[in-house]
């Protein structure tokens, strides 16, 4: 069974650009979360999507969006990149959303440098 | 607020030592759920453990378990006869019924060395 795939895994960028990064779920997993990892601030949630809707948003501007296919690929777009953007982004597909833990199965990351 | 603090910022041991990674954590809710991940340099983290505010049972897994304790809000990971594959950043994570199940709080992680 293939696990998540997060496209592309290294990617350099100049401020100002915009980025976009591509997440496969689990197949049968409908849920996919993104986080930021960074060494000052660590691992933190950006947003869940499940059946192709917003479910819940962490606390980061409006340059972070992202969205979510039929097919529950997802992806997630970083516009006007700052030099505080580069991080490890990582990619989580769990079966549901909502009430009730669910286990988080998470990708190999694409690792961003803004330059 | 939640928040999961894991003190150890890095920890070496032998081979063959046995190591506790400590983790507190703070909620509000009734209802929340603790994680333990494993992050080799590859990047990925890896799922080790879910368990549930109701359920304070302390579970073992081969070389590895838990001891989950409310009364101190804390939910150690112990490795037993530690090896050098452990070698490892560990991260502890919390999520609540109120903020979301895939809304994970993580610790800041321990990385631990087992030296060989």
């Known amino acids: 069974k293939a696990g998540v795939t997060q496209t592309p895994r290294y990617l350099i960028k100049t401020r100002g650009q915009q980025v976009t990064l591509s997440c496969s779920p689990i197949?049968?997993?409908?849920?996919v979360s993104w986080y930021q990892q960074t060494p000052g601030q660590g691992l933190q949630f950006l947003f869940e999507y499940f059946s192709e809707t917003q479910r819940n948003k962490g606390n980061f501007p409006g340059r972070f969006s992202g969205r979510q296919f039929s097919n529950s690929r997802s992806e997630m777009n970083v516009s006007t990149l700052e030099l505080g953007d580069s991080a490890l982004y990582l990619c989580?597909?769990?079966?549901?959303?909502?009430?009730?833990?669910?286990?988080?199965?998470f990708g190999a990351g694409s690792r961003l440098t803004v330059l | 607020a939640q928040k999961v603090t894991q003190a150890q910022t890095e920890i070496s041991v032998v081979e063959k030592e046995d190591v506790t990674l400590d983790c507190v954590y703070e909620?509000?809710?009734?209802?929340?759920?603790l994680f333990w991940y494993k992050q080799p340099p590859s990047g990925e983290l890896v799922f080790l453990i879910r368990r549930n505010s109701f359920d304070e049972q302390n579970e073992i897994s081969g070389r590895y378990s838990w001891n989950f304790q409310k009364s101190t809000s804390s939910f150690n990971f112990t490795i037993t006869a530690s090896q050098v594959v452990d070698s490892a950043v560990y991260f502890c994570?919390?999520?609540?019924?109120?903020?979301?199940?895939?809304?994970?709080?993580f610790g800041t992680g321990t990385r631990l060395t087992v030296i060989p």
């Open positions: 989580a597909s769990s079966l549901a959303s909502g009430a009730g833990a669910n286990v988080l199965t």
């Open positions: 909620t509000r809710d009734t209802t929340y759920y």
């Open positions: 994570a919390l999520s609540e019924e109120r903020t979301g199940a895939n809304n994970l709080f």
């Open positions: 197949s049968g997993h409908r849920s």
